[in-house]
């Protein structure tokens, strides 16, 4: 059984700083892997979307590493801006692609 | 194109009714799934469907939960007998048929049962 891990579970970092978020999966036959963000109380939105046959993509000021060897998976965000605070929310499709395995996100609050 | 669309957005219910969730896909998205986060919890898989079949039932609760997606109209959700234990935040996703099948997700539907 897939089971996903996000450390640290909370994150605080002053305005400007990059910052590195973690995510390890038990089960390296993963299909895809996708990293969320999600704001209180509100849905998901999709950040980074990683083929398996990738390792890596970039949006703007994030970038998405994958490590199926290992079990890894990392977000970078550059200069971090408060309007990042949300929770961070990586996500494995298995084998079949069908469904999402998620990890218990990390909460991150930049504050100005 | 407009995204994956649920409602009702909140939903309050007493213990002992029903409650239906609605989804209706991305326009082109042929395959649904539902998810459940529960308070202070993670997002767990509960059902992947497609045009009037479920195809993977793997996470759904064995008793009063049911979902469908029937030929015309929206994939629905059903709680039957809710407790208080099923508040929680519901989640739909959609993705086309082709790879890499990447899921989209609605803001979900917060149900309260009291």
């Known amino acids: 059984k897939q089971e996903v891990t996000q450390i640290p579970a909370a994150l605080s970092v002053p305005e400007g700083e990059n910052l590195v978020l973690n995510c390890s999966f038990t089960?390296?036959?993963?299909?895809?892997l996708q990293w969320f963000r999600q704001d209180p109380g509100k849905g998901l939105t999709s950040l980074l979307l990683?083929?398996?046959?990738?390792r890596e993509q970039t949006s703007g000021r994030l970038n998405a590493s994958l490590d199926k060897s290992s079990g890894r998976s990392t977000l970078y965000i550059a200069a971090s801006q408060p309007g990042d605070s949300a929770t961070y929310l990586c996500?494995?499709?298995?084998?079949?692609?069908?469904?999402?395995?998620f990890g218990g996100g990390t909460r991150l609050m930049v504050k100005p | 194109n407009a995204g994956v669309m649920q409602n009702p957005r909140h939903l309050v219910r007493r213990r002992g009714q029903e409650a239906r969730l609605r989804c209706s896909p991305m326009?082109?998205?042929?395959?649904v799934y539902w998810y459940r986060q529960l308070p202070e919890e993670g997002l767990k898989f509960m059902v992947y469907?497609?045009?009037?079949?479920?195809?993977?039932e793997s996470g759904m609760p064995k008793e009063r939960f049911s979902a469908e997606f029937p030929k015309e109209g929206p994939s629905i959700l059903r709680i039957q007998q809710v407790v208080r234990g099923d508040s929680a935040a519901y989640f739909c996703?959609?993705?086309?048929?082709?790879?890499?099948?990447?899921?989209?997700f609605g803001p979900g539907t917060r149900l309260t049962v009291t």
């Open positions: 996703a959609s993705s086309p048929r082709v790879e890499p099948y990447e899921q989209y």
């Open positions: 089960d390296s036959a993963i299909y895809n």
């Open positions: 990683i083929q398996s046959s990738q």
């Open positions: 996500a494995d499709y298995n084998n079949a692609g069908n469904m999402l395995t």
């Open positions: 326009k082109g998205h042929s395959h």
């Open positions: 469907l497609q045009k009037e079949n479920i195809i993977d």
